[in-house]
């Protein structure tokens, strides 16, 4: 095909995706684009995050143990950064769950009931949505410091690396034979550790150490997800 005859029929074949983006869509191509590019890059791990696992198998390999499950705390009334200020013990300072977030902390409890997945214990960070979310769903918990927030809005690579440093051992650590590891906490440990930024909240993602100090992705879960599990 001579080439100004192929750029024409490229620019064709362009034109028809674009039209057909907008009419699925209903918004225009540059928005997309510029939706796309508004994303960090955390959130664009966690947009093009492909599950391993999902479905029948995925429970089966819950049902096996060995996972870390780390979720994001439930939905709170507003999102925004309330660390600086945050007293711990103190929940009149901090977020707090919604009604929907309530409502996703038990659907997740039900789900994990319904399928009887394994778990020794459950670890929340000292935040009151963390450890709340924690106890509306496995119906307890222990609280570690270690997945608190740095009091600050804007890290800096010094306080990143920090909290990489004390997530990772935690999302390393193989849970006895047979049982998995829950983990409720924060977005920003998760991402400093893994790169990806987990949203929406109550949002989990499916760990699996590797007992030689690495860790693999496998899945992530909505809250209204898990009650499903088995059905797929």
Not at 11 to 40: H, K, P, Q
Not at 173 to 182: E, F, K, L, R
Not at 196 to 209: E, F, R, T
């Amino acid at each position: 095909m001579p080439k100004l005859l192929q750029n024409q029929f490229l620019y064709l074949v362009s034109a028809t995706i674009l039209a057909a983006m907008v009419v699925m869509t209903g918004s225009s191509y540059s928005e997309t684009l510029a939706s796309e590019e508004s994303m960090t890059e955390g959130e664009m791990a966690n947009a093009n995050f492909k599950d391993k696992l999902s479905g029948a198998a995925l429970l089966n390999a819950l049902k096996q143990g060995g996972h870390v499950i780390y979720f994001r705390h439930a939905q709170t009334e507003k999102d925004y950064a309330d660390q600086v200020k945050a007293v711990m013990g103190d929940c009149s300072t901090q977020r707090k769950l919604s009604e929907v977030g309530w409502k996703q902390a038990k659907d997740i409890g039900e789900g994990f009931r319904k399928y009887d997945i394994p778990f020794d214990k459950v670890i929340s960070s000292q935040y009151c949505r963390a450890w709340q979310t924690a106890d509306l769903a496995f119906g307890q918990y222990e609280k570690n410091g270690d997945l608190n927030f740095p009091k600050a809005e804007d890290y800096t690579p010094e306080q990143v690396a920090q909290m990489k440093e004390r997530l990772d051992p935690i999302l390393t650590a193989v849970p006895p034979q047979g049982t998995n590891t829950v983990i409720v906490g924060h977005d920003d440990l998760f991402e400093a550790s893994t790169g990806i930024y987990p949203d929406p909240q109550g949002i989990a993602y499916i760990v699996k150490p590797d007992g030689n100090g690495k860790f693999d992705l496998i899945a992530n879960m909505l809250p209204e997800e898990w009650s499903k599990l088995g059905e797929n």
